[in-house]
């Protein structure tokens, strides 16, 4: 029979010696004459020990502040992602317009250029008095 020496003694299911093991409905599948009795022993030579209940209530007091402060970064990131969303936003339209403007201007650039070349043509043509409907407007 399990030990009977442990401080979980009070819970333990207690039966004259030489009875049956009393089973209970609960078997975790350890063995086959598992019993209450070997559990609360179980329990007695693996949890029990001296744990530095000070330093556990520390380190659950830092685990409150760190859980705070990761709340409040979780709302500052959620903030910032909305602020970082209409920033890109924002961004992609400049972007748009910007590149759009390059391209008006090298096309001004180009029409310029031809329009100078066209009238190059028509100083040509009327030198040599040929008629030509575009160069008469």
Not at 52 to 71: F, H, I, R, W, Y
Request: proline fraction near 2%.
């Amino acid at each position: 029979m399990a030990n009977n020496n442990g401080p979980l003694d009070k819970f333990r299911v207690k039966q004259p010696s030489g009875q049956r093991i009393i089973k209970a409905g609960f078997n975790p599948g350890r063995n086959a004459s598992w019993d209450w009795n070997e559990l609360l022993t179980t329990i007695e030579a693996n949890f029990e020990s001296d744990f530095d209940l000070a330093a556990l209530e520390a380190n659950v007091q830092a685990n409150k502040v760190t859980g705070s402060t990761n709340a409040t970064n979780i709302a500052t990131n959620t903030e910032d992602i909305g602020t970082n969303t209409t920033a890109i936003a924002t961004k992609a339209t400049t972007a748009s317009v910007t590149a759009l403007n390059a391209t008006v201007e090298a096309l001004t650039v180009q029409l310029s250029a031809n329009l100078e070349k066209v009238a190059a043509i028509c100083a040509c043509l009327t030198a040599a008095e040929i008629e030509c409907a575009a160069c008469e407007r």
